[in-house]
Structure formats: structure tokens, C-alpha cells
């Protein structure tokens, strides 16, 4: 059988970075795990998956964007796509809406044959309204805006790429705060009623993993299967 949570948050949050401990930790003690991360699903999508589905949406991106994002092998250049929609709200609004799709359909196929414990980790659960992958049981991952802010610049300075604290802000606001994530899965959580909601801050130090586990554990192993 599969137990599925969510873990989700804002950027530079580390969401990863709890994901990929919580799925040690769950080794650690011979269960196993898998996690999917929807950023690497979108860069499949976008480079390297050659059914006709993601061949047709990595077309129809380069329609919407005037041919100016597609490398002559046909797929797509990020970070130029990724310029365009951190400028244009409406752009990334259309780009969401043409990846939803085929994000799903990859995301079932990577979880077809995986059993006992998957680990969802993505950064649009709630904007791509996906929050029931997880039958809504969800982690959402959260950090001071320094914080974040320090990571996400990290993270690009050491792919030797330079933003400005601007630039990152942008992004920033191209997504739903936390706070918005936190409405809306509780107001999804009572009009399903189903589904669980556990908030996790990085801030200062790392998450205790163990504690992490067990918490996911209690949300999704109803009836003890991996304990």
C-alpha cells in the first residue's frame, strides 16, 4: 500500500533539505521511501521526457512564449523561461496552467509501482491545487524571509548565477505566502473532510528528523502498516 504526505513551502524554506533527511531517517530504520520532487519532474518535462505529451507541451510553452524559450533540439531553456514568468505574473499563470497536466501524469507514473512511505515534495501543491495527492495530509515547511532570502541566494551563487536581493523578492512574490498555503489547505482540509496539517520552521536550527518521521507516521499510518 502507499502512505503519501505533503511537504510544501515557500521558497528557500527547506523543503528539500527535510524531505531528503526524513527520508533517511526512515531507511535508518529499514522503511522504505520514496520522494518525488515536482522541481525535477518540471525539468524532465522540460529536457529530457520524449512521449508525445511532453513533446507536445514543451511546443505549445515555446508557442506562448514566441519561440524565444526552446533550444533547436526542441527542448526548453529554463532560465530563460524562468526570466520571463519572474517578470510577468499572467506569464506564469499560463505556464502553470500548461504543466499541470503532464506534471500528474508523470508524477503517477513515477509512484505507480512504489509502496509504504512516498514523500511528496513541492513548492505549488496548493497553487496547482494538488493538495490531494497527499489525501491532504501535508507538512508545510516555513523560515524567517532573511532566511529564505540567504538560502535561495546561496543556492544560485553556487550554480555561479548572480540575483540581486530584487530579483529574488520577485520571485518571492510570484507565489503564494504561507500564510495564503495555510488558508487554503484548512479550508480544504474541513470541505474534504480529510487530511491533516503540521507546520515546520527551519529557521534556526534543523528539524529533528525522527520526530519528523514519527509525526508523518501518526498523520498517515492509520492502521500501523509501517510501524
Not at 503519501?4 to 523543503?15: A, F, R, W
Not at 524531505?19 to 515536482?38: G, M, N, Q
Not at 505549488?124 to 535561495?152: C, G
Not at 512574490?173 to 527551519?202: D, F, P, V, W, Y
Request: hydrophobic share 40%; charged share 30%; proline share 2%.
Amino acid at each position: 500500500s502507499q502512505h503519501i504526505i505533503g511537504i510544501t513551502g515557500e521558497m528557500g524554506s527547506g523543503k528539500s533539505t527535510l524531505s531528503r533527511e526524513i527520508s533517511d531517517k526512515a531507511r535508518e530504520y529499514h522503511l522504505p521511501c520514496t520522494v518525488i520532487e515536482f522541481d525535477t519532474i518540471a525539468h524532465d518535462i522540460y529536457t529530457s521526457l520524449h512521449d508525445p505529451i511532453y513533446v507536445n507541451v514543451r511546443n505549445a510553452i515555446a508557442k506562448e512564449f514566441w519561440n524565444e524559450v526552446q533550444n533547436k533540439d526542441g527542448t526548453i531553456d529554463r532560465k530563460r523561461l524562468w526570466k520571463i514568468v519572474m517578470e510577468d505574473s499572467l506569464a506564469l499563470s499560463k505556464l502553470n496552467e500548461l504543466l499541470k497536466r503532464p506534471m500528474l501524469l508523470r508524477y503517477q507514473d513515477l509512484i505507480r509501482w512504489k509502496t509504504w512511505l512516498i514523500i511528496v515534495d513541492a513548492a505549488l501543491l496548493v497553487e496547482f491545487d494538488f493538495t490531494h495527492l497527499s489525501n491532504h495530509h501535508l507538512i508545510l515547511v516555513d523560515a524567517d524571509r532573511q532566511v529564505r532570502l540567504d538560502r535561495v541566494q546561496n543556492r544560485y551563487a553556487q550554480k555561479w548565477e548572480v540575483k540581486s536581493r530584487e530579483e529574488i523578492d520577485t520571485m518571492f512574490s510570484r507565489q503564494k505566502s504561507n500564510i495564503e498555503k495555510i488558508e487554503l489547505i484548512r479550508a480544504k482540509i474541513a470541505k474534504e473532510q480529510n487530511g491533516s496539517l503540521h507546520t515546520c520552521n527551519t529557521t534556526h536550527e534543523k528539524p529533528d528528523a525522527r520526530i519528523e518521521l514519527f509525526h508523518i507516521l501518526n498523520q498517515v499510518d492509520t492502521f500501523w502498516e509501517l510501524r
